[in-house]
């Protein structure tokens, strides 16, 4: 009789607590529990029994030693009833459950507002509430800013056109280079039709006078290596005409050796003469010697001359070749730019005729509901009240919508916009 007394007692201590607790006096005992909302279940003297427990998808929580209880469309007090009588079946005389709403599902907004999404929700909220939350609703552009956009756009698609023309005009000094072909501003150049002639005949000059410019450097230093291949030129024929004659030398002094010999052998002549001759003979051909490897070392240089004046032109056309392909790549992104903003500009015109049309037409504001099982939709006014789960859809005239209703309903019971993260709920 004690214990029943004394359970008795928590439970009207409950319903007067629960009466006077922040969430009870903003929703009263009346609030009923759905998917999505995050119950506090208190059971005095049993730890284990007590924790947060969120409604399952299926209106249900797992507790324990009961496992799925079902409490959607229950009121706190019901929930914590069914809990005691369900747990009185197994723990006779234990102490009566205490339930509240520690956290609501949240409610969700799309269509014109900045950040559409869910919300958590604050009991007493309103239409206008979830309308700030979400970043305020999203206006068409005023005359005065929609016409400095559209201008803004406009000088865009201008400069977007000056540098294509320019890079076609660069392709086109890039492949006369490439060619041998000469290149003036009177070259013919395609997509300059939308600019001032003006400003097709600067860049015109500009790529001619850059065109000038490589073109001379190019034949200076062709010029440069054509003067060194000469020099060596005249180096050769010169070391080829030593060579003749020391080759002439050396062959007058084997002659002259072999007399000497000769008379040697007869007794008609001395060897320190002889001796004399050939070390002469000696010294000639050591010259011839070096004549040539002065000659094979002309021809080397001559050789690596005319390697970098193949070179030059190579990498001339190499570096142009590279130049082009990334003009190539470089001439799609600017007409995709071109395109894109020629949508943009045609998306502002569109806003700007539309909201001359919507004038002064107000907001119109919906929520849709779970009713009896069904999502029902009406018509609301910004100081109406909303309930956890409401989906409330703002219409702005002149304005795109930007979400659709059923993402929203599957996320019901996903995260939350601003909510802290709930705590570990029991097994």
Known sequence: MKRSFASSL??????????????????????????????????YGDDKLSGRFRVGPGGTI??????????????????????????AERIPGGGAPSVEIAEFAPVFVLGNVDKPGPYQFRPGMIALELVALGGGERRPPNGQSGMLQLIAAEQELADLRIQRFSEEAKKARILAEIAGHDFSAQTPIGNGDLLPAATRRQILDNEAALFEVRKRILADQEKALGAQHASY??????????????????????????????????????????????????ATRRNALELRSYLARARQR??????????????RIRDNATVRAELDISTVRTDE???????????????????????????VYTVTRLENGRYVTTTVGELDPLQPRDILRIEVPGVATTAAAAPLRAAAAGPVAGASQPSAELP
């Open 10 to 43: 928590i439970v009207a201590a409950f319903g007067l607590w629960l009466t006077t607790s922040p969430s009870g006096a903003a929703e009263g005992l009346s609030y009923r529990a759905g998917v999505g909302d995050l119950l506090n279940v208190v059971v």
């Open 62 to 87: 797992s507790y324990p030693l009961l496992g799925e209880i079902a409490v959607a469309d229950l009121t706190p007090r019901e929930i914590g009833q069914r809990l005691a009588d369900a747990l």
């Open 233 to 282: 030129d005249q180096e050769i024929a010169s070391l080829n005409e030593s060579i003749v004659l020391h080759d002439e030398e050396v062959r007058l002094l084997e002659q002259e050796v072999a007399t000497q010999e000769t008379l040697v052998q007869k007794g008609l002549a001395v060897q320190p003469r002889l001796l004399a001759l050939k070390r002469e003979l000696s």
């Open 302 to 315: 001559q050789l690596e001359v005319e390697q970098k004046l193949g070179e030059l032109k190579d990498e």
């Open 337 to 363: 730019k071109i395109a894109a903003t020629i949508a943009s500009m045609n998306e502002l015109r569109s806003l700007l005729n539309s909201a001359r049309e919507a004038g002064r037409r107000a907001t």
